[in-house]
Each structure stands twice: as structure tokens, then as C-alpha cells.
């Protein structure tokens, strides 16, 4: 059995790269691509910080915006290769998630709140006109010097091997089942000797982390973008939604969440986006009434009554 779960854990990561990989050559829009990949990225960050450890932060925009403005600013300034500057992102978004680790101190809706309250203020000071001589203030940031669409599909595709494989260890370690010991009551956890402070903040920072590249990807890609685009709530909605929709805990969940749902959004939201936003909204309410364990939860129930059935 646990074999077999390993197995389909390993194909949740080589069918993604693999097709990912290939879809550059039948599908011309490349950018949209990396999106999707970025937004995957972003789901699977999730996936490890509520899934796992059952803290959902609203706020998870905030590392990604501080990852874009990271890794564009030192490519403005310091004229760093991009790539190295995707790492730099990373870093941006673990110093963020540490000055956050205080709002550990709050639970549920608390916890969220804190850190929405904490991504819009950050995204204000990153905005004013005082630091324009460092972030460009509320103007747009400027790196098409830097655009290369080769460079950043592969490392986009370089980003989502390393969100899967994060996972995959997550889900196979004893790590792994620390957390979900915390996700289902720290208190116990502690009682059996887990480390809740340590652990929980293993799992933040590495959440944040991806958060931080996935955002200097999007700045990469996008090359010029203000503040309001990736200091934006709504990249915090569409990756918990998407992990949702999915199912968190697993590995396959959110990847299915982000490709489905973002394909969908590529179809009707960018033309119609009141269309898709009615589409989200019913899906949320379909979520929480009927789908709490997502696609996969779905998908887990009909192997247990099909493997059922056979043994009658």
C-alpha cells in the first residue's frame, strides 16, 4: 500500500514536468504557461502551509509580491543574471514569512486576518513615493532588459520540479507526519515529543520560500508590473482556491487544482472575467458543502468503494 501511494506520488511529479515540458511545442502561448506553472508553484505553497499544518494564510500574496519586487530590484540595480535573481525572490519571501512568524501567536481566522493585515501594509510601504528612489514608489517596475522567454519557461518548469519534490519528501517523511500530528492537535502533538514551534516554522518558511521565487518568475516573465499586480489579494484567493479544489494534503491535488481551474480562467476569465468570477464563487460554495477533501478526496472514495465491492 505504501508502495502504491509512493508510485502515484512519483507520477504526480514526472507527468507535470513532463507535460509541461512538452506543452511549449503544441501550444504557442508561452506565457500563459509560466502563469499557470507559477500559480501551481503558488498552490503547492499553500498546500504545505494549510494542508499540512492547517494555517491558511490569506496574506500569502505578500511573499509573493515581495519575491518579484526581490528579484527585480537587484536585477534593476545590480544587473544580476535573472535566474540567480528567481533565488533571490525566494530569499525575499523567507525574511517576509520571518518577521511574520509572531502572528503564529494567533489560530483560524485570527491567523489569516493577521497576515492579509500584514501583506497590504507590506505592499503599502513597498508603494510610497518616499522609497521611490528604491522601489520606484507606486510606478511601474521596468526589467525588459532581462526578458528571455526560453530561460524563464525552463526555469518555471525548474520551479514546479522543485514545489513537487518538496512535497513528495513532505509527504514521505517523518517530517511530514509531524505536521499533520500538528494539523490535528499541536497540543498532542507536543505531548509525543514534536517540536510544534520548530516544525510549524520549517513548514512557513518553505511555503514562503516558493512564494518568493514564484514571484520573481512573474516579474521575470511579465517585466513590467506595479505594485498593485503582485501585492494584489487576489493571488491569494486564486492559490487557495486552486489547493482547495484540488485537495490539500496530497500531491496531486493541487496540481490538478491550478491546471484545471487556471485553464479555465484562460478560457473565460481574461475576456469575461464577471463570468469567471461567478464561476469561482460558485465553486467555493460547492467546496464547502460538498467537496471538503477536493478532486482527490473525490477520487480516493470511489477506489475505496470500488476496492470494496471487489472483496464482497
Do not use: C
Not at 125 to 136: G, Q, R, Y
Not at 140 to 150: E, F, K, Q
Not at 240 to 257: E, K, M, N, Q, Y
Request: charged share 5%; net charge positive; glycine share 12%.
Amino acid at each position: 500500500m505504501r508502495d502504491r501511494k509512493r508510485m502515484v506520488d512519483l507520477a504526480g511529479i514526472v507527468l507535470p514536468l513532463l507535460a509541461f515540458s512538452l506543452a511549449v511545442q503544441f501550444y504557442g502561448n508561452e506565457l500563459l504557461l509560466v502563469y499557470m506553472m507559477v500559480y501551481l508553484v503558488l498552490a503547492q505553497g499553500i498546500n504545505i502551509s494549510y494542508g499540512f499544518t492547517g494555517y491558511l494564510p490569506f496574506g500569502y500574496f505578500g511573499f509573493f509580491g515581495a519575491g518579484a519586487y526581490a528579484g527585480a530590484l537587484t536585477i534593476q540595480h545590480f544587473q544580476i543574471p535573472a535566474i540567480l535573481a528567481v533565488v533571490i525572490g525566494g530569499v525575499g519571501g523567507v525574511v517576509v514569512a520571518a518577521i511574520f512568524m509572531p502572528l503564529f501567536r494567533l489560530k483560524g481566522a485570527y491567523f489569516a486576518i493577521a497576515t492579509l493585515a500584514g501583506a497590504l501594509a507590506l505592499g503599502d510601504i513597498i508603494s510610497n513615493p518616499s522609497l521611490a528612489s528604491v522601489t520606484n514608489g507606486a510606478l511601474p517596475t521596468n526589467i525588459a532588459s532581462a526578458y528571455s522567454s526560453g530561460q524563464f519557461y525552463v526555469s518555471a518548469v525548474v520551479l514546479v520540479g522543485i514545489a513537487l519534490v518538496i512535497v513528495f519528501y513532505i509527504r514521505h517523511s517523518k517530517f511530514g507526519m509531524s505536521l499533520l500530528a500538528i494539523r490535528e492537535d499541536a497540543y498532542s502533538a507536543a505531548m509525543a515529543g514534536v517540536n510544534v514551534v520548530k516544525q510549524r516554522s520549517i513548514a512557513w518558511l518553505i511555503a514562503a520560500g516558493l512564494a518568493g521565487m514564484a514571484g520573481a518568475l512573474f516579474a521575470w516573465a511579465t517585466s513590467l508590473f506595479y505594485p498593485t499586480t503582485v501585492f494584489n489579494p487576489a493571488v491569494s484567493v486564486f492559490a487557495i482556491v486552486f489547493a482547495l479544489f484540488g485537495g490539500t494534503g496530497s500531491l496531486w491535488g493541487p496540481t490538478l487544482g491550478a491546471v484545471l481551474l487556471y485553464g479555465v480562467y484562460s478560457i473565460i476569465g481574461i475576456s469575461n472575467p464577471q463570468y469567471f468570477e461567478l464561476i469561482y464563487g460558485f465553486i467555493i460554495i460547492l467546496l464547502v458543502l460538498f467537496l471538503p477533501r477536493g478532486l482527490v478526496g473525490i477520487g480516493k472514495s470511489v477506489s475505496r468503494r470500488f476496492t470494496t465491492g471487489n472483496a464482497r
